[in-house]
C-alpha cells in the first residue's frame, strides 16, 4: 500500500497486527504498533489494544499485556479480558488468569466462557476442589451452558455427536472404537487434562471414532463444532493425527484448527 501511496488506516492495522499475531511476530508486531501512532497519527482504538494482548499473552509475555491493558485510554470490555483470561490459560497462570475472569464476569456475570477456561487452568493444575467449586457456581447461579455439539458428513448425509449422546445408530461400535483409540493414546503417553470422566466422550471424539470407523485411511476427517475445543480434545486428535496417520480439520468457534502428523495449525493457541 504505501509503495503505491496508499496510506494504511486503522482497518489495515488490525490486519497486519493481527497476522503479527498469528505468526508469533511480537517485536514486529510492537513496532507497527508504534508506527500507526508515530507515522500515521492513527489513535489506537480498543481493537488495535486487543490485537497487542492476544499477540503479547500468545508469547507468554503476560505481565507486557498487563501493562499494556492499563494504558489504555479506555476501560477493558470483555473481549479484551476475555483475551487475557485465554493467554493465562495455555501458559497456565492462574494469578493473572483469576484476575482476568474476576473483571470479566464483573462485565457479563452470565458468561459461561470465563468459568469454562477458568476451570480448565485449575484442572491443569490439578486444583480439582476449585473445579468443583466453579461447577457448583455455574450451578447456583443458573448459568447455561451450551451443550458441545459435533457435526461431521458422510457419504452425503450430516451425522450429529454430542457429548456422552448414544442416539446415533451405530452408538455401540462408536464408543467401543473411542474406547480403543483412547487406549492407543494412553499407550503412547496421553494424559487426560480434566479427570476422565468429564472428557472421555465430548463430542469431537466421538465424531472421529466414527469417522475412523466409516472412512477411507487417505481421507481427511473434517468436523465443524458449535463451541471451543478444550484443552484435552486439543491434545487428543493431535496424538490421533500421528498415531493413525490422519489429517483432520475442525472448525471450532474461534478458528479453523488443522491437525496433521502431530500438530495443529494453531500452534496450541486458539
Not at 129 to 155: Q, T
Not at 163 to 184: C, F
Request: proline share 4%; charged share 25%.
Amino acid at each position: 500500500m504505501i509503495e503505491v501511496s496508499e496510506p494504511p488506516d486503522e482497518v489495515t492495522f488490525i490486519g497486519v497486527l493481527t497476522a503479527c499475531t498469528h505468526s508469533g511476530l511480537v517485536d514486529k508486531g510492537r513496532e507497527l504498533f508504534q508506527v500507526m501512532i508515530d507515522n500515521y497519527r492513527i489513535a489506537p482504538n480498543v481493537m488495535h489494544y486487543g490485537c497487542m494482548i492476544d499477540l503479547l499473552g500468545r508469547a507468554g509475555k503476560l505481565k507486557e499485556a498487563m501493562e499494556t491493558m492499563r494504558k489504555m485510554p479506555m476501560r477493558p470490555n470483555t473481549t479484551i479480558w476475555g483475551t487475557l483470561l485465554a493467554a493465562c490459560r495455555v501458559h497456565c497462570n492462574t494469578e493473572i488468569g483469576e484476575l482476568a475472569a474476576e473483571r470479566l464476569l464483573e462485565l457479563d456475570p452470565q458468561n459461561s466462557m470465563a468459568f469454562a477456561l477458568l476451570s480448565n487452568m485449575y484442572a491443569k493444575s490439578n486444583r480439582w476442589e476449585d473445579v468443583r467449586r466453579l461447577r457448583h457456581a455455574i450451578m447456583e447461579k443458573g448459568i447455561k451452558k451450551e451443550p458441545g455439539c459435533s457435526l461431521i458428513e458422510m457419504d452425503g448425509m450430516i451425522h450429529e455427536f454430542v457429548a456422552g449422546d448414544r442416539s446415533h445408530p451405530m452408538s455401540k461400535e462408536i464408543y467401543s472404537k473411542l474406547d480403543r483409540v483412547l487406549a492407543d493414546l494412553k499407550n503412547a503417553g496421553y494424559v487426560e487434562e480434566e479427570k476422565p470422566n468429564v472428557v472421555y466422550w465430548h463430542s469431537e471424539k466421538l465424531a472421529i471414532a466414527f469417522a475412523l470407523l466409516s472412512s477411507e485411511p487417505n481421507v481427511v476427517i473434517r468436523i465443524v463444532k458449535n463451541l471451543r475445543m478444550c484443552l484435552d480434545c486439543h491434545n487428543a486428535i493431535k496424538m490421533i493425527s500421528s498415531l493413525y496417520g490422519r489429517e483432520v480439520v475442525v472448525r471450532d468457534r474461534t478458528r479453523f484448527h488443522h491437525f496433521r502428523h502431530g500438530f495443529c495449525s494453531c500452534k496450541d493457541y486458539w
